[in-house]
């Protein structure tokens, strides 16, 4: 009797409960890590302007991201990698790419004292190939004189699960090193010559600070918060940049940007831009199926673009520059709910 | 003399012998210990009231807490446990009650085999039958999966204490003209009642830590869930977010959220043995 | 039960039928539930054969023997998977089986009875203790111990061997073993002390008659009197060793291969599925992972069933297991 009696009270509450919070929405959302502190400030942000939505963002992975808004089993995605034809032509309906902000993937490590080391897409890839193993190897102490490196082993960090910033991280390799192109290649998901996997841009984040010796890709902003060192890496014109704001916008500047809004920027001409960088996307439908949702979804992006942009800058990410952002207005309005 | 010698290596090859197996005994308990002590260690200073009062905070940025991550799992625990009782006590009443000796062989090697199960099965399965065709992850998917895992053990479990029930009872019930159904629902059961809330809350435990299920089928929440059809947080998943991650704070917070669900998991099985003592002192 | 009531007033007649009435549609519903769990298992094994349609018509057996986990050019072969798991399964049996049978012994054959109580308690303790907060105590505090450790003193003094080989991360198949050892110590001490005490007191005390010491009559009479269930408590360890997955995932590296070196990072089948299923982006992708979800549903049922088997074999319908 008492069970029983428990189980009908237990139910009732659950009911109650439930009705006066019916009045707020739920958005959910899944995908890239990349844009992750960001987008987390963002809907924070927004759910104070608009207390009658929630943005429920869960960082899975750019690969999670594609996955999850081709089935629709979310309401948005979000993704460094650009969505391939084939992907999109899978989708039930027209996926639209809105590149939101740009940010860098950069390259940190665990040596003692933190040094700030030089690094050059060809030894990246070596390092990554697994033919660079100590970090006392002459191919790095070359590039970074007068710094001591230590004789242990290089460990060799990458996702496990499928992810934009690898993409952007591969695209590079891949325009630096034939040998990463024939042989592994530009994807979200690769099979990785060397090393271990960690989840997320926030997992490989981790595995680099507790294992000494360990370097890895990650967002800039992900280095920062975590206060790991991030390495200069050579640009096209030769000179060393350091990941920042200001290179990161600089290799935006000379980005070509399609109709369809899938591009890429690495590896760009400008003296002062960061080699390694992407922009990333909110993947959406054009034919909204829940008005309602839609709704809330078309005015939290109109708002991204007018008050969200400016709260980039503070987080290391780039705000997109003015004449792509007219553009991606234009894109915004063709949603229908 | 060779049979002294004999008995004097005898002996001390019994006596080392209980040594070594002593110590692989403290050795199989050094783990926990461990464990405990550095879930308290690191875990005690994070929960505070911030911690169960609160929401997550945007990524990077310290304070917030995990008060949905922890509603999140008794709502998630409420909903198995609506479908893994009835399921579980009716099914091991049929068990020990009903049922042919082959029949009930069957029944009770497919619940032991259903127990084997990898949880991350069990997700895969929910995902397939419940996230794909409601086209969304939800609170009721992640009460689905934990439920069904819950309805094996709770069957086994209601089985053996019924079977505790001495036939007497039911046989003076039968005797006085009470129709079976009867008998079992307010003589037998009634009388195993505390050994079948004991297995439930056992049940209720195991899946409370069930984190691989949850991933694609409750699928987190940084908000409170408000409907069974929306994704809803969940401590374990929580923990497991915050611990991968580099940031200080979320693993801080992955402390504190581990030290509340290792307490929650051994009040119940602490409480479950020192219940078990009473019963089996009183002769049942 | 016509026959009664025919000769009864009516309306005690009427209340024997709606007995009866009532007395069937309760054991149809409670054997209803029971065949649930024939239902739940054919839905598993139809939702994963399902899933695994495409995956299973494209690659067949060569799923099985294929280590080429490639989903950009969507070739899948779960060999290094199926590695791992066996890999991190017999480390994990290798540590735990000698020391939970060791454990039994003492607490069936030497223990007094307050330590018995107080060490049971704990071993039932940490049978509930959650796999992802081992996990979470394994990446923080085991893994940096034994890559500072353990790891660096059995490269020094087992390093012939290819086995202790190789670069130290800490996060390696070694430590997947390691921390599935922790968690099947609970079930295999439990199971092997219940197929102990099972052993007839007489065979002890044949022993004991004919002078064995404490020890030999262990050996003697109690432990090979109880291989088989013993082994059987082995099998059952085996199979939840197989199934473990968040602990596992947090240590074990994440890197499908096959190498010789316990040092190195692997995956196992479980694993692979909890990295790889929120985004497997192709239908053949998300196909494989299905498979990987049969396989290792092939693995554990096979393995819990002939455990089951034998525990049952052994000790007897009355001794109910886990």
Redesign the interface.
């Known amino acids: 009797m008492k069970m029983k009696d428990l189980i009908i009270a237990a139910v009732s509450g659950l009911m109650i409960w439930q009705a006066p919070c019916e009045a707020q929405m739920l958005i959910n959302g899944a995908g890239a890590t990349f844009p992750y502190p960001l987008y987390s400030k963002w809907f924070d942000e927004y759910a104070k302007i608009d207390p009658s939505v929630r943005f429920n963002y869960q960082s899975i992975g750019s690969g999670g991201g594609q996955e999850q808004i081709l089935s629709q089993t979310v309401d948005f995605g979000a993704s460094d990698g650009p969505m391939s034809d084939e992907n999109l032509a899978k989708a039930p309906g027209k996926l639209l790419h809105i590149p939101t902000v740009a940010g860098a993937v950069v390259v940190t490590y665990n040596l003692t004292g933190a040094p700030s080391l030089k690094l050059d897409g060809a030894l990246l890839a070596e390092i990554f190939l697994g033919k660079v193993t100590r970090w006392n190897d002459a191919k790095i102490a070359a590039l970074n004189p007068g710094i001591k490196l230590p004789r242990t082993d290089v460990i060799v960090v990458h996702r496990a699960d499928g992810s934009g910033t690898s993409y952007i991280f591969t695209d590079f390799l891949s325009d630096v090193s034939k040998e990463w192109k024939k042989g592994v290649g530009r994807n979200t998901s690769v099979k990785w010559p060397t090393g271990l996997g960690a989840k997320g841009n926030e997992g490989v984040a981790g595995q680099v600070k507790q294992l000494p010796g360990a370097i890895g890709y990650v967002e800039l902003a992900y280095a920062h918060q975590n206060k790991l060192p991030v390495a200069e890496i050579k640009n096209a014109s030769g000179n060393f940049i350091r990941p920042s704001l200001e290179s990161v916008t600089e290799a935006l500047a000379s980005a070509k940007v399609p109709e369809d809004f899938r591009f890429s920027m690495v590896n760009p001409p400008g003296a002062k831009a960061y080699p390694i960088a992407g922009a990333t996307w909110l993947l959406v439908y054009q034919e909204q199926k829940n008005p309602a949702k839609g709704k809330k979804l078309v005015e939290f992006l109109n708002w991204a673009f007018s008050k969200g942009e400016a709260m980039a800058a503070a987080l290391d990410y780039a705000p997109l520059p003015a004449e792509l952002q007219a553009r991606i207005a234009e894109e915004i309005k063709s949603i229908k709910y | 003399m060779p049979a002294l010698h004999h008995y004097r290596r ?2 001390f ?2 006596a080392l ?2 040594v ?3 110590v ?2 403290l ?3 050094v ?5 405990f002590y ?2 308290l260690k ?1 875990g005690l200073g994070s929960v505070n009231w911030a911690f169960f009062t609160q929401l997550p ?4 940025e310290a304070g917030g807490g995990m008060a949905n991550a922890i509603v999140g799992t008794f ?1 998630l625990l ?1 909903l198995a ?2 479908i893994g ?11 020990s ?3 042919s000796a082959r029949l009930n ?3 009770r ?14 997700g ?2 929910v ?3 419940v ?2 065709p409601l ?3 939800s609170a009721l998917a992640g009460g689905i999966v934990l439920g ?1 895992m819950m ?2 053990l709770i ?2 479990t209601t ?2 204490v019924l079977r505790l029930v001495p036939n007497g009872y039911r046989e003076a019930a039968l005797a006085l003209g009470i ?4 008998t ?2 307010q003589i037998v059961v009634r009388t195993a ?1 505390k050994g ?2 004991t297995g439930v809350l056992l049940a209720v ?2 899946v ?5 299920p949850l ?2 089928t409750a ?6 869930n ?3 059809s ?2 809803i947080a969940a401590l ?1 998943l929580q ?3 915050y ?6 704070d ?2 801080r917070q ?2 504190a959220g ?1 030290l509340v ?2 307490l929650f ?2 009040i ?3 409480s479950v ?1 020192v219940l078990t003592r009473d019963k089996l002192a009183r002769g049942g | 039960m016509n026959a009664v009531a025919e000769k009864l007033p009516l309306a005690r007649a009427r209340r024997f039928a709606r007995g009866a009435l009532a007395d069937r549609l309760f054991k149809g519903l409670a054997w209803l539930m029971a065949v649930s769990v024939f239902v739940l298992i054919l839905l598993i094994g139809y939702e994963l054969a399902h899933g695994s349609n495409l995956a299973l018509r494209k690659f067949g057996w060569h799923f099985l023997i294929s280590s080429d986990w490639d989903p950009v050019n969507e070739q899948f072969g779960a060999l290094p998977f199926i590695f791992g798991t066996l890999v991190s399964s017999l480390v994990a049996l290798l540590i735990a089986v000698p020391l939970s049978i060791a454990t039994a012994v003492f607490l069936t054959e030497i223990a007094p009875n307050w330590v018995r109580q107080i060490l049971t308690t704990f071993i039932e303790l940490l049978a509930a203790v959650p796999s992802v907060i081992l996990g979470l105590w394994g990446i923080f505090v085991m893994v940096p111990w034994l890559r500072e450790n353990l790891f660096p003193w059995l490269r020094q003094w087992l390093g012939f061997l290819p086995l202790f080989r190789g670069p130290i991360y800490g996060v390696s198949l070694l430590a997947g073993g390691i921390i599935i050892a922790v968690m099947i110590l609970p079930i295999i001490t439990s199971v092997s002390r219940e197929i102990l005490r099972s052993v007839p007191g007489l065979q002890r005390e044949a022993a004991y008659a004919l002078g064995a010491t404490r020890w030999e009559v262990t050996r003697i009479a109690v432990l090979s009197y109880a291989k088989k269930g013993l082994f059987g408590a082995m099998i059952l360890g085996l199979g939840r060793a197989l199934g473990e997955t968040m602990a596992v995932l947090m240590v074990i590296g994440n890197r499908p291969q096959i190498v010789a070196s316990l040092f190195a990072p692997g995956a196992t089948l479980a694993t692979a599925v909890a990295n790889e299923f929120t985004e497997a982006t192709t239908d053949i992708y998300l196909n494989a992972l299905f498979e990987i979800g049969l396989v290792l549903l092939g693995v554990t049922v096979l393995v819990n069933g002939l455990a089951q088997l034998l525990l049952k074999a052994v000790a007897g319908p009355a001794n109910a297991q886990q």
Not at chain 2, 57 to 60: F, H, L
Not at chain 2, 114 to 120: T, Y
Not at chain 2, 208 to 212: F, V
């Open positions: 005898r002996k090859v019994n012998m209980q070594v197996t002593c692989c005994a050795l199989v308990v783990p926990l210990c461990l464990v550095h879930v690191l905070k945007p990524v990077g709502e409420g446990a609506l009782v009835p399921v579980g006590v009716l099914g091991g009443i049929y068990l009650e009903y049922g062989w069957a029944i090697f497919a619940a032991d085999v259903l127990n084997g199960v990898p949880s991350i099965i069990w895969m399965v995902w397939a039958l996230v794909v086209k969304t992850f069904m309805i094996p069957m086994r089985e053996e129709p079976q159904w009867r079992i629902v009642l079948i809330a435990a195991r409370s830590g069930e984190t691989a991933l694609f699928f987190g929440n940084r908000y409170w408000h409907h069974l929306e994704p374990p923990i497991f977010n611990a991968i991650s580099a940031y200080e979320w693993i992955a402390w581990a669900l290792l998991v051994a119940i099985n602490v043995r």
